[in-house]
C-alpha cells in the first residue's frame, strides 16, 4: 500500500540512506546537510508499509519575478530507490509536492532539473539561463593591489553586501537570507573552494569570485563572481587569471554579463526551470503594467489536471481577475511550461522558443501580450 506524506523526524535516518543509495556525496557534507540545512517538515516521502521509497525535498525560498518578491521552494534531492524505478513513483511525488505547495499559497517552484527532458514534459519551463565561458589566460602589468583571499565561513556579511547591490540587475533572482549564506559558505570550503575579494579604490570591497579547482583538471571553476560594477567584474577576471595560470578559467554566467568581445561564451544553457503550482493564484498574484487587458486562455496541465481548462482574463488598473469558465471562444492556447516562461520572462509572446507551445489565436492579442509579459533576465545560482 503505497502512501505519500510529509516526513518526520523519525524518517531522517532513511531519507539520509536513500540519498547515500542514489547520489555520490561525501560523509562530511551529508553529516552537514542533515544536521544543519534538512529539516524533516520540508521533505515529503513516497511509502510502501513504512519503507520510503521515494523521496523529494523542498527548501523554502524566496524568490524574485520581475522585481517582485514571492515565497517560493526549491525542489532538490529527488530520489527513488534504484530496485523501484520506472514505475512512475517520482511522477507521484512530483504531483503530490506542487499540490502540498499551492495548499500552502506558494504558486511558484523552482529546480535545476538532472533531466531536462524529464521536467519539461511534466510542466516545467525554463527560468534561468545562464552562459558557459572559457576565459582565456589574460596578461596583466601589476597585480591589483586590493585582490586577497577570504577565507571566514561564519562572517557572509562583506560578500553579502557586494551580492545584494549585484543581484538587483536582474529582474527575477533568488533574496538569500543568513542561512542561505551560512550553508552556502560552508559547502563551498568544504569542496575546497577559495573565496577571492577585489576592493574599489577607496578599500572598500566591491567584487568577489568563488573558485574551485577540480582535482585532475586543469581548470579554475568560478562558481560565482559578483561585483558593484562592470569594470571591477572585468578586473577580477584578469587577477584570476594572472593568479592561476596553469588554469583555464571557467565561469558560468548569467545572460548578458557584458563581457569584453574576447570573452565569447561557448554555450548557453538551461540552467533553472520553473513551475506553476496554482495556475489561477498565479495570474492574480502577479504585478503587471497598468494596461486594461480581457482575454480567454487555455492551458494545459501535463500533471495538475486542475489547472487545465478554459480561464477568462480580466486586467484592469493593475489587478488581474481569473475566472474559469466551461466553454469560450478561445484566443490564447499554451501548456503550463509556456505560460511559466512568459510569467517569468524567459521567453516572450512571439519568440520562436513558444512556437510548438504557444498559439495566439486572436494575433490583435499580441501587442498586450508583449507588454504585459516582456522579456526578463534571470539569474539563480543555487546548488542546493
Not at 181 to 201: A, Q
Request: charged share 20%.
Amino acid at each position: 500500500m503505497l502512501s505519500l506524506r510529509t516526513l518526520t523526524t523519525a524518517d531522517m535516518n532513511q531519507a539520509r540512506c536513500l540519498w547515500e543509495e542514489c547520489f555520490e556525496d561525501s560523509s562530511a557534507f551529508l553529516d552537514w546537510y542533515f544536521e544543519h540545512r534538512f529539516q524533516a517538515k520540508d521533505g515529503l516521502g513516497l511509502f510502501s508499509n513504512g519503507l520510503l521509497l521515494s523521496s523529494l525535498h523542498l527548501s523554502p525560498r524566496k524568490v524574485r519575478i520581475r522585481k517582485h518578491t514571492y515565497p517560493s521552494a526549491y525542489l532538490i534531492a529527488l530520489a527513488t530507490k534504484p530496485a523501484f524505478r520506472n514505475q512512475g513513483l517520482a511522477k507521484k511525488l512530483l504531483t503530490y509536492a506542487l499540490r502540498h505547495l499551492a495548499a500552502n499559497n506558494i504558486f511558484f517552484t523552482f529546480l535545476m532539473p538532472f533531466n531536462l527532458q524529464f521536467y519539461t514534459r511534466l510542466g516545467w519551463g525554463i527560468y534561468c539561463q545562464h552562459e558557459l565561458y572559457r576565459i582565456p589566460f589574460l596578461t596583466i602589468e601589476d597585480s591589483h593591489p586590493n585582490f586577497s583571499l577570504f577565507s571566514a565561513e561564519s562572517d557572509y556579511h562583506l560578500l553579502e553586501k557586494i551580492y545584494n547591490n549585484w543581484e538587483k540587475k536582474f529582474d527575477g533572482a533568488l533574496i538569500r537570507e543568513q542561512n542561505d549564506w551560512e550553508c552556502l559558505l560552508k559547502d563551498h570550503f568544504m569542496d575546497g573552494g577559495k573565496v577571492w575579494v577585489l576592493s574599489n579604490k577607496d578599500l572598500e570591497p566591491a567584487a568577489y569570485a568563488l573558485t574551485l579547482t577540480k582535482a585532475n583538471q586543469e581548470k579554475l571553476f568560478i562558481r560565482e563572481l559578483a561585483y558593484t560594477h562592470p569594470s571591477l567584474g572585468k578586473d577580477l577576471l584578469r587577477q584570476l587569471s594572472v593568479d592561476n595560470p596553469q588554469n583555464a578559467l571557467v565561469w558560468i554566467a548569467p545572460e548578458k554579463s557584458n563581457l569584453p568581445p574576447s570573452f565569447l561564451p561557448v554555450k548557453t544553457l538551461p540552467m533553472i526551470l520553473g513551475r506553476i503550482t496554482n495556475l489561477q493564484k498565479a495570474l492574480e498574484t502577479l504585478v503587471y503594467p497598468p494596461i486594461d487587458f480581457q482575454a480567454t486562455l487555455e492551458v494545459s496541465d501535463p500533471l495538475l489536471p486542475e489547472n487545465n481548462g478554459i480561464y477568462q482574463l480580466n486586467l484592469k488598473e493593475g489587478q488581474m481577475r481569473i475566472l474559469k469558465v466551461p466553454t469560450a471562444d478561445v484566443q490564447i492556447r499554451c501548456s503550463i511550461g509556456a505560460l511559466t516562461r512568459l510569467i517569468t520572462g524567459s521567453a516572450f509572446p512571439g519568440d520562436e522558443q513558444l512556437n510548438k507551445e504557444l498559439e495566439i489565436i486572436s494575433p490583435e492579442l499580441l501587442p498586450s501580450l508583449q507588454a504585459l509579459f516582456p522579456k526578463a533576465i534571470n539569474y539563480i545560482n543555487e546548488y542546493f
